[in-house]
């Protein structure tokens, strides 16, 4: 997989620490995305997001110097030349089920981990991330559709069972962000083929929201500490769609 954010953190109201895995490199696990600029309060360390043992250990970690765990986002990925640009008719069924399978384990496992530390203290946010495909339907993305659907399905399972025990679990829904690799590469295997220019598929993306332009990585990480943080401690379970509103 690509990048991401697999992060376990011990939140404070300024200054936090800031543990964020990256995953393994393998081409088949999550491993880490273009991410956001490094916190002054920032550790990184590489883990397989896949192995439950391996995140569980990289955890204790976290609460062996920091005392306690009150923030797990989980913002996996898997690189797109591997699950995007096939028809559903010609796609095989590992191709298809890799997305599904990945992303839902590893969510799962942090989400899960992550959860029983933060039981005992009756507080925490478990936060992860999908896009616009969880809900609308478009061509050549292989099984990464159902795999985003099928985390916002658990994320709202894990906020039933978890959210009177004081724990929120919530997600965010970004849309085209070229700034990160993921879109530079579903531009390489969905656009470009079609005569698109890098330009002109930025201006596609820009035209889907109400003011033309594009969300960028700062506007979703402050989001992201919005989301995190006790002023939003009213949200539980919900998805906030990114985009600048949607076009119709």
């Known amino acids: 997989m690509r990048s991401a954010v697999l992060s376990h953190a011990p939140l404070r109201v300024r200054g936090p620490s800031f543990f964020s895995p990256d995953a393994t490199g ?11 600029p490094p916190a002054e309060n920032a550790e990184a ?5 896949l192995d439950e043992q391996a995140v569980d250990r990289h955890l204790q970690s976290v609460i062996d110097k920091a005392g306690r765990v009150d923030i797990s986002f989980n913002a996996v990925g898997i690189p797109n030349a591997k699950i995007l640009g096939v028809p559903l008719v010609e796609l095989d069924l590992k191709q298809f089920s890799l997305p599904i399978t990945a992303y839902t384990t590893s969510y799962f496992l942090t989400a899960r981990l992550a959860a029983r530390h933060m039981i005992p203290n009756k507080s925490g946010v478990i936060m992860t991330v999908t896009a616009i495909p969880a809900r609308t339907g478009t061509p050549l993305n292989g099984g990464y559709g159902p795999a985003l659907a099928a985390k916002e399905a658990l994320t709202r399972d894990l906020s039933a069972e978890l959210a009177p025990q004081g724990i929120r679990v919530l997600g965010l829904r970004p849309h085209g962000m070229p700034e990160t690799s993921m879109i530079k590469e579903l531009f390489e295997l969905k656009a470009k083929a079609s005569g698109m220019t890098w330009e002109q598929f930025q201006n596609y993306l820009a035209n889907w929201s109400h ?8 506007e979703m990480a402050n989001m992201a500490v919005f989301m995190a ?5 009213g949200i539980d379970w919900n998805y906030r769609q990114l985009d600048h509103g ?3």
């Open 26 to 36: 393998h081409p088949s696990k999550p491993s880490p995305r273009k991410s956001f």
């Open 45 to 49: 360390a590489e883990i397989d997001a």
């Open 211 to 218: 003011p033309r332009r594009v969300m960028t990585l700062k």
């Open 229 to 233: 943080s006790d002023k939003a401690s």
């Open 246 to 248: 949607e076009r119709g």
